[in-house]
């Protein structure tokens, strides 16, 4: 899903994390020029990441795209209407639980994937050394939203096709292409992981309160901004500058 | 706003770094950024205070992480660094607005600094910012003589020639790599929408792609009898 599609879907960031910091993150940078006049801007950087499960702000992400490694290109098709969100009740198409409907708790945009509970799992052993055999945990595989799963209609409980559609108050809205009922998109999408709802969200020590900050303190004035805060530090500048030339 | 936050006295050097508190988490919670919005309807004496809130921050997240990267300690939280940095590009957006709406009311400028697009030496298009100077530019014969913005000669028209070249190769392989990628999802998807990949990939005739060798995949066509 490229940036464009993911602005206009209703797909909110569960991360809550600045894109600037999910951009810096991943970044490798393997040769930059100095950020001088002398030198025209080049940087020798990675350019193509193998998006997985893990999210590219972690160690793990890093691990598998260690620097100076390459992978093989995955071409992931474009998807306009991004449908699937978290708290969707999903029916599977394939695999060992072929008919099992399960609710999404993960979307992984980048490469058009989603994460169902309890459904197309597998066992995994993690730490395993000479010694100690390791343990077993249960991990679900993602699932290819074009491919995999379909949404299942509130009304009957049976998967079916969707159709974005807009509303008569112009809101776009998820139908069901078998019964023309809307699909509403669950609560769970807003979440992230620093809050459940907005209004449920516990102030910090250095966070502003909700309250200062929808304060209107501004006056309109005939001053800059420099010269209002003179005015009120009692700075006076009574020197006239000497005439300089532009250019 | 210095009266909104209880700031906790502590010894000066000492507010370089982070609440001993917060030394071994994992994880700092703070809240968002400030938005432009917000910062809109704030007094200028608010925003005054709030940028210095802001530098201190960014000081003391700065030191912070210097000191884990030395320590081979995990700076907990680290997108605190960008969410202090965006607030204070906003802030400075902000005031920005509000000098340049009074400098086009007074003078009708912007009163920002001045620049124009120039050709250097290179024949390569730019732009130069302006300065302040003392003297006239007429008068001032050292500037005149720093930049000689001239530009021809064989030299010249040679690199010119080799550095669009350059750029034509880029723009090809950008396009095929579009091409290619095309053909790739239509391999991969057979039945894929193709006006999806009109809207996607404007540069790419889709219509033409369809028959090429590459775009079928390696299993035998249904044919409807």
């Known amino acids: 899903m490229r940036l464009t599609q993911f602005l206009t879907s209703k797909l909110k960031n569960f991360s809550n994390l600045p894109k600037e ?3 810096r993150s991943k970044k490798q940078v393997y040769w930059q020029t100095p950020r001088e006049a002398t030198h025209l801007p080049r940087t020798v950087e990675r ?4 998006y997985t499960t893990n999210r590219s702000w972690t160690g793990q992400f890093r691990q598998q795209n260690l620097p100076g490694t390459m992978r093989r290109k995955v071409f992931v098709e474009p998807v306009e209407d991004w449908s699937f969100f978290r708290g969707d009740r999903v029916e599977v198409l394939v695999g060992k639980d072929k008919g099992k409907h399960g609710i999404v708790n993960q979307v992984i945009p980048e490469r058009n994937w989603v994460i169902v509970e309890g459904v197309n799992w597998h066992y995994r052993r993690v730490g395993a050394e000479k010694e100690f055999p390791g343990i077993i945990i249960k991990s679900e595989a993602p699932l290819h939203v074009t491919k995999d799963i379909r949404l299942v209609d509130p009304s009957d409980l049976q998967g079916t096709e969707i159709e974005w559609r807009y509303t008569e108050e112009g ?3 998820r139908v069901s292409m078998r019964s023309g009922r809307i699909i509403p998109i669950p609560e769970t999408n807003n979440q992230t992981h620093d809050y459940k709802t907005q209004n449920a969200y516990i102030e910090r020590e250095k966070d502003t309160p909700a309250a200062v900050v929808g304060e209107i303190t501004f006056q309109p004035k005939l001053a800059t901004f420099e010269m209002d805060i003179m005015e009120e530090m009692g700075i006076k500048e009574e020197r006239t500058p000497a005439k300089s030339y532009w250019y | 706003m210095r009266e909104i936050h209880s700031s906790f006295v502590r010894p000066v050097l000492m507010q370089f770094f982070d609440e001993p ?13 400030w938005r432009l919005d917000e910062l809109r309807i704030k007094s200028n004496k608010e925003l005054h205070q709030l940028w210095f809130i802001l530098l201190k921050e960014r000081n003391m997240l700065m030191t912070m992480e210097h000191e884990c990267n030395d320590k081979m300690e995990i700076f907990p939280s680290p997108e605190r660094i960008d969410k202090v940095k965006i607030s204070m590009e906003n802030l400075e957006t902000v005031v920005r607005e509000r000098n340049k709406a009074y400098h086009l009311l007074e003078t009708g400028e912007t009163g920002e600094r001045p620049r124009r697009e120039v050709t250097n030496a290179f024949g390569l298009r730019g732009y130069y910012k302006s300065c302040e100077h003392v003297l006239p530019a007429f008068m001032n014969t050292k500037w005149i003589k720093s930049r000689q913005l001239t530009h021809g000669g064989r030299a010249v028209h040679k690199f010119l ?5 350059k750029l034509y190769n ?3 392989k950008s396009k095929n790599r579009s091409r290619n990628e095309v053909m790739m999802i239509l391999r991969r998807n057979p039945n894929f929408d193709l006006s999806v990949l009109r809207r996607q990939f404007p540069d790419v005739d889709v219509d033409k792609l369809v028959n090429e060798d590459k775009t079928r995949g390696h299993y035998v066509p249904k044919v409807d009898v």
């Open chain 1, 21 to 23: 910091y999910i951009e």
């Open chain 1, 47 to 50: 350019k193509r990441f193998r």
């Open chain 1, 171 to 173: 809101e776009k809205v």
């Open chain 2, 21 to 33: 508190k917060h030394w071994n988490e994992n994880e700092v919670k703070v809240g968002r950024a």
């Open chain 2, 161 to 165: 020639l080799k550095y669009r070249e």
């Open chain 2, 170 to 172: 880029a723009k090809r």
